[in-house]
C-alpha cells in the first residue's frame, strides 16, 4: 500500500491549526546573476569594497609565498629583465648612446611598465581565476578585476620604493625634485588605464581562453614599442611614427616618470591630456563591455 502525504493528511501528525497557502508577488524576483542596469551596479559595486580590500589584502599576502624570496621576486623580476636588456641592447648593440643616465632610463621603463603587463593580464583572467566564487556567490563581477588591480597597486608600491631607492644610489646619482611627487598622479593614471583594459579583455578571454596567450604575447610587442631601452626619436625620423609612440599611453606613462625622475622635467600639459584621456576612456568602455557581459561569466563551462 502506497501512503501519499497530502497537507490534509498533515494535520493528522499536527496538533496545530491547519496548514494555509501564502500568496507572495513573485515580479520582484530577479535571476541570480542577472544584469542590473549601470547605476544599480556601480552601487553594487561600491558596497563589495569591503570584499575588495580584503580579497587584494589576501592576494598580496598568498602571492609568491611558496618562493624562498617571497615578495622580493617582485623587484628582483623586472630587475634582472632590465639587466638583461642592460647587457644586450645597451653594450652590445648601442641603443643606449645619446641617453643620459641609461641605467636608470632602463630600470625606470622596465618598473612602470611590467606593472601595467601584470596587471592587464591578471585582470583579463580574472573570470577564470574567480570560477569559484562566481558559481558560489552573488556579487558584481567587476569586483574581481579591481580587487585583482587593487592588489597589483599594492605590489607596485615595493617596486617604487625599491626604484626610487636605485634612482638615488646608481650613478648618475639623481637630485630629488618636488616632481618626484608627480610620479603619484601618474601611477594613479595608470592603475585606472591597467583596471580598464583588464575589464575590456576579460569577456573575450572568457569566452576564448585560448586569447589568454595571445594577450601575453601582445604585451611583449607592447613593450618592445613603448621605448623602454631605446629612444624613438634617434631611430624613427617618420613624424608621423613618432605620433604613434606619443599616443600609446604607457609610453606617456615611461616618458613622464622619467622626466619627472630623472631629468627634472615637468610633463607638458599634452603629455597629461593623453594619459588622462586613455586611461578614462579605457575604463569607461571597459566597464561598459564588461557590464554588458555580466550574466555570461556564471555560465557552467
Known amino acids: 500500500m502506497i501512503l501519499r502525504f497530502t497537507p490534509e493528511r498533515a494535520c493528522w501528525f499536527?496538533?496545530?491549526p491547519a496548514p494555509r497557502t501564502v500568496g507572495f508577488d513573485s515580479s520582484q524576483l530577479n535571476a541570480v546573476g542577472a544584469r542590473p542596469p549601470l547605476t544599480e551596479y556601480l552601487v553594487r559595486l561600491y558596497g563589495s569594497r569591503h570584499f575588495v580590500l580584503y580579497d587584494a589584502r589576501v592576494r598580496l599576502s598568498v602571492s609568491q609565498e611558496h618562493t624562498m624570496l617571497g615578495k622580493a621576486w617582485l623587484v628582483l623580476n623586472?630587475?634582472?629583465?632590465?639587466l638583461t636588456f642592460l647587457l644586450i641592447f645597451g653594450l652590445l648593440l648601442g641603443t643606449g648612446r645619446g641617453v643620459d643616465?641609461?641605467?636608470a632610463y632602463l630600470l625606470v621603463g622596465i618598473m612602470m611598465?611590467?606593472?601595467?603587463?601584470r596587471a592587464i593580464v591578471a585582470g583579463a583572467r580574472s573570470m577564470a581565476s574567480?570560477?569559484?566564487?562566481?558559481r558560489g556567490f552573488s556579487f558584481p563581477r567587476a569586483a574581481l578585476p579591481l580587487s585583482i588591480n587593487l592588489r597589483e597597486f599594492m605590489s607596485q608600491g615595493f617596486v617604487l620604493a625599491a626604484m626610487l631607492v636605485m634612482v638615488l644610489v646608481i650613478p648618475p646619482l639623481e637630485p630629488v625634485t618636488w616632481r618626484w611627487f608627480l610620479l603619484l598622479p601618474i601611477v594613479v593614471l595608470q592603475s585606472i588605464f591597467n583596471w580598464g583594459f583588464g575589464m575590456l579583455m576579460a569577456p573575450l578571454v572568457h569566452r576564448i581562453p585560448d586569447v589568454s596567450n595571445l594577450l601575453s604575447f601582445f604585451m611583449r610587442i607592447w613593450m618592445?614599442?613603448?621605448?623602454?631601452?631605446y629612444d624613438p626619436s634617434r631611430f624613427v625620423e617618420d613624424e608621423r611614427l613618432l605620433l604613434l609612440f606619443e599616443a600609446n599611453p604607457l609610453y606617456q606613462v615611461l616618458s613622464?616618470?622619467?622626466d619627472c625622475l630623472l631629468y627634472g622635467v615637468t610633463p607638458a600639459w599634452?603629455?597629461?591630456?593623453?594619459?588622462?584621456v586613455a586611461a578614462l576612456g579605457t575604463w569607461l568602455v571597459g566597464l561598459w563591455v564588461f557590464w554588458r557581459n555580466e550574466e555570461s561569466y556564471a555560465n557552467e563551462r
Open 14 to 16: 499536527s496538533s496545530g
Open 78 to 82: 623586472p630587475v634582472l629583465l632590465g
Open 101 to 103: 643616465n641609461f641605467i
Open 113 to 117: 611598465f611590467t606593472y601595467s603587463s
Open 130 to 134: 574567480g570560477r569559484a566564487l562566481i
Open 224 to 229: 618592445y614599442s613603448s621605448g623602454i631601452f
Open 256 to 258: 613622464m616618470s622619467r
Open 270 to 276: 599634452w603629455q597629461w591630456t593623453v594619459l588622462v
